[in-house]
T-cell receptor, first 121, second 110 residues
Framework: KAGVTQTPRYLIKTRGQQVTLSCSPI?????VSWYQQTPGQGLQFLFE???????NKGNFPGRFSGRQFSNSRSEMNVSTLELGDSALYLC????????????????????FGPGTRLTVT | TQLLEQSPQFLSIQEGENLTVYCNSS?????LQWYRQEPGEGPVLLVT?????EVKKLKRLTFQFGDARKDSSLHITAAQPGDTGLYLC??????????FGAGTRLFVKA
């Protein structure tokens, strides 16, 4: 089974431009989450989409937006880029539902793509 | 705000030594994952623990989930240079949110 794919892998943009990143989840997975990773802040959650609807959202400005298509593929858009947006952007896919365990409800784990390295100059 | 505190932040050891990484929280998680990440790549899932007190082994790696499902540890026996990387713990809540620890950067010297 193919893993999570992200395109492009590397991107260089200038301040003020906008960028769109793409993520194709593992076949059968309906949830896609986006994260920003920087050396100083670690992994920070941007948002999660499940069945084309945003299910969770992190604390990022409105310049960061996303969407999910009917085939579960997702895109993330950043408008009016700032130098501080330089980061590794990671997409993670999950089945998205829950299962019952002996300890209660469990939500499925996430599998990450290789990331898109965005550099803003 | 839910937090997952991971320690130590950085570890540099000689090949053959043992080490333990800890993740602690005041929150209860429905499951907890451990990932390993290499520079410029995405985190790779190592294991998921679900049941309080659960212990899982993956070759030289031993993972434990606390009885109350608030903490976890990763123990590596006889570390090798190939174990070098960033180790991340991630707690999954029943509300589909994932809380990540800040990571432990491990460097194993030959």
């Amino acid at each position: 089974k193919a893993g999570v794919t992200q395109t492009p892998r590397y991107l260089i943009k200038t301040r003020g431009q906008q960028v769109t990143l793409s993520c194709s989840p593992i076949s059968g997975h309906r949830s896609v989450s986006w994260y920003q990773q920087t050396p100083g802040q670690g992994l920070q959650f941007l948002f999660e989409y499940f069945s084309e609807t945003q299910r969770n959202k992190g604390n990022f400005p409105g310049r960061f937006s996303g969407r999910q298509f009917s085939n579960s593929r997702s895109e993330m858009n950043v408008s009016t880029l700032e130098l501080g947006d330089s980061a590794l952007y990671l997409c993670a896919s999950s089945l998205g539902g829950v299962s019952w365990t002996g300890s209660g409800i469990r939500s499925y784990e996430q599998y990450f793509g290789p990331g898109t390295r965005l550099t803003v100059t | 705000t839910q937090l997952l505190e991971q320690s130590p932040q950085f570890l540099s050891i000689q090949e053959g030594e043992n080490l333990t990484v800890y993740c602690n929280s005041s929150s209860v998680f429905s499951s907890l994952q451990w990932y390993r990440q290499e520079p410029g790549e995405g985190p790779v899932l190592l294991v998921t623990v679900v049941t309080g007190g659960e212990v899982k082994k993956l070759k030289r790696l031993t993972f434990q989930f606390g009885d109350a499902r608030k903490d976890s540890s990763l123990h590596i026996t006889a570390a090798q240079p190939g174990d070098t990387g960033l180790y991340l713990c991630a707690g999954r809540t029943g509300g589909f949110k994932t809380i990540f620890g800040a990571g432990t950067r491990l460097f194993v010297k030959a």
